[in-house]
């Protein structure tokens, strides 16, 4: 280890290679904070090519690394490794090619996902907004396939990046795709989007990005029931109307969210409907006309709509301070990422509900309910002797109930440390197996982000063929027949 | 061979592959391609059911065998629809249209057949049958196999079962057409409709003879207020004939049906390819939000249409069997080694078209 860190000071320089012990504390969670580990050594690299070196020297010398952009993540992805290197991409923030009237951005992998918006603005703009996004990379966002708030109507990263240059394991600079869609070959781009830093590291990303919508309109409905706005979730989309975000809370997480975002929310009610509609101006008014009436005829007495861009705002600003406002009725808590079918919304609640009874606890509900992600906050005392394992186990059984729904572990965060002892509830044997092959074609030295993802560590080995191509056939001397 | 549940067409493929026999896998056998081989032919026209449509979650399994065409009426029974519209054929499989990542128009709006999976299963050489995805519409727990088999032309294994997200069915439609014989005038038009938030389902170009004209096909209740409004435009970026049509599911057909053809070469570019791809002298349909063309033109004049959009990749989609073997654009060759790996770990048995593909993969 000794003598890889000198070959890194070399790469990066010594200001960019960090080995004492109170630099290193900055980096041993991402998101994520019941996991921390302190990383053997980090290193940020300002450049692709100082990247390359650094995986290359970490391949020769057969030490793991970890990528890490900006530690937002909330599975514990980047999760440093004791006896590894971690590569920080923080640096590498240029934005290094605007091409609006094809619709493409080029950035490295450190830009912040709001900057890319801000780079197109106004008549473009980029869609993946995870809530993080003042902070999130675009590198981390690759690695875990972000979604956020508007991915409803707009998908997640993996439908808007068209290129990347990426480092394989093995230190090979390496570009899938590019500028253009459909690349010819397998859709390497598809199988990296998602891959939880497990396959490379991307040092240049492609990105299209789309014509910003002409207006948007915003509405807050409150109802007595989760029960009854889910019956809104579930009648606005039946209708036909596609709206770029379908917010919920419920009572816990209102009164959480007012007692921080003071936007006049009435504490008490039992569930919070945030609806917006964007797109073309005609459209959108006779739609949003149609959502208040579905609100109203599900039972909201109380539907408010945003006059200005300010109001809005303020609406947005209560939803996504739903997280850290739980810290203030809770000195901890859990989030989960589950995804159910939409219409199993009601019963998956009332599952929770009854879970939460069972365990004693507060369990705060919040939610993307126009694609069924639900985020449950399940609070305890971290002080209080075997609550952290409690609340952990509660956790896990809510993902029960949501695979019993037939939804997955994860919808947005990613499965990193935090969800792996999950997968074989989800995936089978075969199934993992097929996940593993695709992840040795990629890093057969098993160097990139060991120990997340997969349930248990695995070996790659020699490739399982039955047949290869010998030499002189390759070299066409000879056929097989 | 035709086998009729997932397990026999792994226990199939098991067989295969410890004798070393190549398989051809093939759906409605609409689309083929490479180099013409021996090998068995393995049919998922067995596998053929609609296994789940969810209606309230916007959703459906489908064996790989299932004909589009038949599952489109099941999900349209309830005002739904698989936002995929490749060229129109009867027998096209899901399964099919997935390994080939054919579209058609809509793909402007609801992206291609990566974007609308949610889930597959597959079944190796080996005899494994894998799923990856779900069913739900959001999820990133695991690897995206099912995007890695999207447009791997049945070279890694045979796809079984496929899950999809559904969208609804537009309550009306309407065209707004705009045409010129400037490509560049045609090209400019194109990139500034395209920049715009119409909320367009298809924005696409029809070029043929020296003439073309751009297709703006609006899906909601106010589409044809939509259409006109785009018609006004049109007039500002000098297009002519212009028109609203609101009887316009024929207008549509024809641009999917040019997709294919006895030689078609399909055009991975940019917006702003548009006015180059108008002056090689082809036919073209494309999607001129989204710089994907489809060429079609004689055999004899594919080097040079190849050589004049250098360094596009240009993909052979419909050749005569001679032109077949040349039929893929070259990757970049350090993504290449990376695809032969993934090749290698997928179908350790290497029976799938080896040699075919990309690259000689």
Redesign the interface.
Known sequence: MRELIGRLRDIVGDEWCLTAEHDLRTYESDGLLQYAATPGVAVLPGTAEQVQACVRACAEAEVPWVARGSGSGLSGGALPLTEGVLIVTSRMKRILEID?????VCVEPGVTNISVSSAVAP??FYPPDPSSQIVCSIGGNVA??S?GAH??KY??T??YVCGLEIV?PDG?????GG?????????????F???EGTLGIATKVWLRV?????TVKTLVAFFDSTHAAGEAV?EI????V?PGAIEMMDKVAIEASEQMAHAGYPVGRGAALLVELD??E??CE??FEEVVAVCERCGSDDVRVARDEAERQLFWKTRKAAFPAMGRISPNYFVQDG?????KLPEVLEAIDALAQEYGMIVANVF?AG???LHPLVCFDGRNEGEAERAEELSGRILDACLEA??????????GVD?KKH?PK???E??????Q??????DPAGLANPGK?MPTPRLCGE?????RQHPLEAAGLAERF | MKPGTAEDAAALLKTLGEEGRTVVPRGGGTKPWGPPGEGAVVETTGLARLLEHNVGDFTAILEAGAPLADAQAAFEAEGQMLALDPALNDRATIGGIMATADSGPLRHRYGGMRDLVVGATVALSDGTLAKSGGKVIKNVAGYDLAKLFTGSYGTLGLIVRVAVRLHPLPPRTATAIGASDDPDVLGAAATDLASHPLEADSLDVDWRDGTGRLLVRFGSAAADQQAAATVARMEDLGLEERAVVEDDDELWMAQRVRQRGACVLKVSGRIGDLPAVCRTGADVVGRAGLGLFWLALDPADVAGVRAALAPRACTLLDAPPELREHAWADPDPGALAVMARVKERFDPARIFRPGAFVGGI
């Open positions: 609006l009237p094809n619709q493409r008549d473009f875990e396939n979604g991915c409803f998908g997640f993996t439908n394989l090979e600079l390496v570009t899938l500028r253009e869609l459909d690349p010819p070959g397998y859709d390497l781009l598809g199988a989007v998602g891959s789309m014509p910003a919508p002409e579930s989309v039946q209708s036909g596609v797109g073309a005609r459209e006779t739609r995804v159910i079918p939409r219409t993307h694609d069924g992600n037939g939804g997955s572990i994860t919808g947005e965060h990613g499965v969800k997968m989800m995936f089978s075969p199934d993992l197996d097929a996940f092959r695709l992840r040795c074609a990629w993802v490739v399982p063929g039955v047949y």
